[in-house]
């Protein structure tokens, strides 16, 4: 099998994804390479289908012919499949060789995408952002109600009900999320970074650069930050200076990878080699390696599930190989927040 290092990388994004950013990010602070394919930001996505990807979420990561879901599981792949190297320098706490590092990485990044910063970002900003954009409405709609957009357009039971980015929903909730944006910044001004350090993990106060640790914790506060009232920075001056500080970082660091058509980027993954062994284990009480199972994301998003034949399910990841247009891949998904099922007939045996 060949060395990931010398696998093609297509990244399927769009550029106002935060998640995508912070993708980009952590792949351009690496030196990692890799190329793109833009995505539409609604509904529907059909580079993804020449992979027979049917997840909606974005990004969606391809290193070769494995896929690879949520940005959870792909940064934790691109840890271990691309460790600390020269050509690709390690920010992350293992790569230093600090446990007690990668664990505050582990918990930040936890906080901020299962715990409420994110989603109270989304209400932080005003109605009026999204307001006019019906499609996009729409959109965002079937995805938390777990419904098919495609199938409303003539009004079914998700077109009635309010989008979350409506501007009934967003006025009435964004009280409560500024609220929750300003703790955090209060617990990095007050904490991480009381002693005016640059970095979160640089104890001296000059590191060379941004660790994991300022990437999770910095993501959603970028994102939303032109969208906070003014006094949440300006009595947070040593987080607002870490926010410059990391502008500038990635800024320097930036190295975007060239804009691939769907079809050229399909057949540019497909044409390689895997990026990692076909799994042995399958540990998963009724399930069996070789049969038929569909997978999905069990918060929202989850109308679009994933078919194919088992190849590993274990207490990290499930991976099914899925059949598109132009050939098959491996899918992974994280074994947190994904549950997958028997795909055989009417069985549906839920794990």
Not at 54 to 61: D, N, Q, T
């Amino acid at each position: 099998m060949a060395s990931p290092q010398n696998i093609p990388i297509v990244l399927y994004h769009y550029d106002l994804s935060p998640y995508a950013k912070r993708l980009r990010w952590y792949l351009n602070l690496r030196k990692i390479p890799y190329s793109q394919c833009i995505q539409p930001r609604i509904m529907p996505r059909p580079d993804l289908s020449l992979l027979g990807v049917s997840y909606r979420r974005i990004p969606v990561l391809a290193i070769g012919k494995d896929v690879y879901l949520d940005t959870r599981l792909i940064i934790q792949k691109l840890e271990t499949l691309f460790p600390p190297s020269a050509a690709h320098p390690g920010i992350s706490g293992v790569a230093a060789g600090r446990p007690e590092h990668s664990a505050l990485e582990d918990l930040i990044s936890q906080r901020t995408i299962e715990g409420d910063l994110f989603g109270s970002g989304v209400q932080c900003f005003p109605a009026s952002r999204f307001a006019s954009d019906a499609a996009l409405l729409r959109d965002r709609t079937a995805l938390f109600t777990n419904a098919d957009p495609t199938k409303d357009d003539d009004g079914g039971e998700s077109a009635a009900t309010p989008s979350p980015l409506s501007a009934e929903v967003m006025d009435k909730k964004r009280p409560a999320a500024v609220a929750v944006v300003r703790r955090w910044v209060r617990w990095l001004e007050e904490g991480l970074l009381a002693d005016g350090r640059d970095w979160i993990l640089d104890s001296n106060g000059h590191g060379a650069g941004p660790s994991l640790a300022d990437l999770e914790a910095i993501w959603v506060l970028m994102w939303v930050s032109a969208a906070l009232p003014s006094d949440i920075l300006e009595s947070a001056p040593k987080v607002a200076a870490w926010l410059e500080r990391f502008k500038g970082a990635v800024k320097a660091a930036a190295e975007d990878g060239p804009a691939l058509k769907g079809e050229e980027a399909a057949k540019l993954l497909l044409a390689s080699s895997f990026a990692e062994p076909e799994g042995e284990e399958v540990r998963q009480a009724g399930l069996v390696k070789g049969r038929p199972v569909k997978m999905w994301p069990t918060d929202y998003g989850s109308a679009h599930k994933d078919a194919g034949r088992l190849v590993a399910a274990d207490d990290k990841e499930f991976v099914i190989e899925s059949k598109g247009q132009l050939g098959s891949v491996r899918i992974h998904a994280p074994r947190y927040g994904f549950t997958i099922s028997a795909d055989e007939g009417n069985v549906a045996s839920q794990l």
